[in-house]
């Protein structure tokens, strides 16, 4: 036999059994953004490595070491998205949706990281994440948040927490840095090998450190607030005030930060305590920057990103009822030869009178025992039955899998009839 081909490291397929709670989550998500006015967009997940440059910045993770780049044929560098905000302001840039208009839009697919895979880490993950763009009120902040906290709800989740805070502007996170950078520079060795790099590239980065060891030093650090330009204090006092009218639990962390560079003002994290180390299942925050940064005029914006693997995972953890639906309503079971080139044809008949009709056909060669056996197995209520008898007789003999009622013999239409019912349950 030759080799099996192994998939690439940190790359999952998701299995028809974990179908229908991925399914769920992602269907619960859409029919939410579509509640609050978000519209869809759907994007490439290769772009030109520029944009993630120039939006994420050079210096973080993500950008120094995450991302699959590579020359395309032509020369054109390219890189797999590592996520998708950069790409939803390149489109709606590209595309005039800014002109003169503001746009609240959500999109889902692959996301694609170099890290280290473990439980909750993949190199292939996915996300459903929101943006609106065009809007500068601490209001959509906490919309998104009251969203979010919504979808936990409908999805089950009961064991998340809302940790909030702002990073402010730029100009007000000047000042902040330089004092962060000769705190943990006096105590340089303490740090570990991340944080020293961070030490030079972005100080505000080692309080996102995942590392145990550092995390005296960093509950020991000087504190943001005392550096918060007024409008962003004002603007972030707003929102704990809006959550708290809607019966939204938050928890103010003064060391909360963000990955990518793009980031002002609010920033929060949905985490738990029941996935281990990868407790962070939803993050977001403001990118007022980001806009302009990427070539268009001035426009304030706000969004989140979260991660499909990770919601799953919780849901399950939280014993979110995945009562799987059987796959189909009828399965055919045919006895030889012309009874199976017959059973195509009636259940070809029968998917067109009874729209959205779920009906299998087996392995006709099987034998009509073990066909018996899977039309049990596949949770089907009934099992067409197809022999001599019923060709001869232009019908179908309909069994009911699930209930003691004697077997019927019927026509085609008299079938649709009792399969009917079953699809509108
Ligand atoms: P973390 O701190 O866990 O690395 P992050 O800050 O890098 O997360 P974001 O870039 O904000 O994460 O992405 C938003 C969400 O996407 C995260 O909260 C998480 O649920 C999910 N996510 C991010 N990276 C991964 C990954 N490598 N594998 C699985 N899910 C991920
Ligand atoms: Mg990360």
Known sequence: MADLIQPVRGMNDVLPVDAPLWE????????LFAAYG???IRLPVLERTELFSRSIGELTDIVSKEMYTFDDRDGERVTLRPEATAGVVRAALGNGLLHNQQQKLWCSGPMFRREKPQKGRYRQFHQLS???????????DAELIALTARLWKKLGLASVTLELNSIGTPQSRAGYKKTLTEYFDAHRGALDEDSLQ???????RILDSKNPRMRELIERAPLFGDYLDDESRAHIARVPQLLADVGVA???????????????RTVFEWVTDRLGAQSTICAGGRYDGLVAQLGGRDTPAVGFALGIER?????????????????VDAFL????????????????????RVPGLKVAIGSPAAG????????????ARFALIVGETEVAAGRVSVKPLRADEPQRLVTTAECAGLLAPVRSV
């Open 24 to 31: 769920r989550v992602e269907d619960t998500g859409a029919e």
């Open 38 to 40: 978000y519209q869809r």
């Open 130 to 140: 929101v943006e609106a763009l065009g809007f500068a009120e601490p209001e959509i």
């Open 198 to 204: 961070r030490l030079e590239r972005n100080p505000l």
């Open 250 to 264: 938050f928890k103010l962390n003064p060391r909360l930060v963000r990955g990518l560079d793009y980031y002002t």
């Open 311 to 327: 919601v799953v995972e919780l849901a399950r953890a939280d014993g979110a009822d995945v009562a799987e639906p059987p796959v």
């Open 333 to 352: 079971v045919a006895a030889g030869d012309e009874a199976s080139r017959y059973g195509f044809k009636v259940v070809e008949e029968l998917r067109d």
């Open 368 to 379: 009509f025992k073990a066909q018996l056996r899977r039309a049990d197995k596949s949770g």
